[in-house]
C-alpha cells in the first residue's frame, strides 16, 4: 500500500450525499480537535491532505480519501459545544446515515486524547461500537505532550477507565514525532487486505 498515494475523493453533509461502498474504509472517529485529520496527514506522509484547525468542529462533513484499493473516512469531530443544535442534528443525522449504510468498513479508529479521561461522548461512541459489533481499536493521540511520569499515569488510567471494553487494543500515537503511526499502518493494512 501506498499511503503517500492518498487523495482526497469526496465530502459528504448529508447522509443522502454518500458515496456508494465500493471498497474497505477505514473509519476514523473522535471528539472536535483529537486530532483525525493530523492522524490522516501523519499516516500519508501528506501535511495538508485532510485540513487541520487549531479551532474545534471545522470537520463538518464526512471527508473520504482514496487509497490503493480502499478508502479512510474522516467522520465530523463530535462533543463540540458551540454548534447550534440544528448543526448537531444534521451531524447526527450525518455520521448515523453513514453507520446504517451498507458499507464494507473493516476497522473504526477511535481516537481519544490521552492526557484526559474519555469523555461522554467517547463514551457513548465506545458503546455504540460495542453494541452494533463494529470493529475498532483506541488510539491515544498527542503521546508527546506528556512527559514519562504523566504518559505512566495516564496509560494506567486508561486501563480503569476502559475497563468495561474487554480486550481493548490502545495504541499511543502522536502527529508530531510519528510515534505509534508504522504500527497503526500495520494495522490498518491487516484489516484491509482481511
Sequence with gaps: MRWENATFESAAGLSSQLPSSSMPEIVFSGRSNVGKSSLINRLTGRKSLARTSATPGKTATINF???DGARLVDLPGYGYARVSD?????WSELIEGYFNDERDMRLVVQLLDIRHTPSKD???MLEYMVEREIPFIAVLTK???LNKTERAQRLAAFEQELADYEG???L????SNGEGADELRDILLEAIED
Design 65 to 67: 480519501y482514496r487509497l
Design 86 to 90: 440544528s448543526e448537531r442534528r444534521r
Design 122 to 124: 467517547d463514551f457513548q
Design 143 to 145: 503521546a508527546d505532550k
Design 168 to 170: 481493548i487494543f490502545t
Design 172 to 175: 499511543p500515537f502522536s502527529s
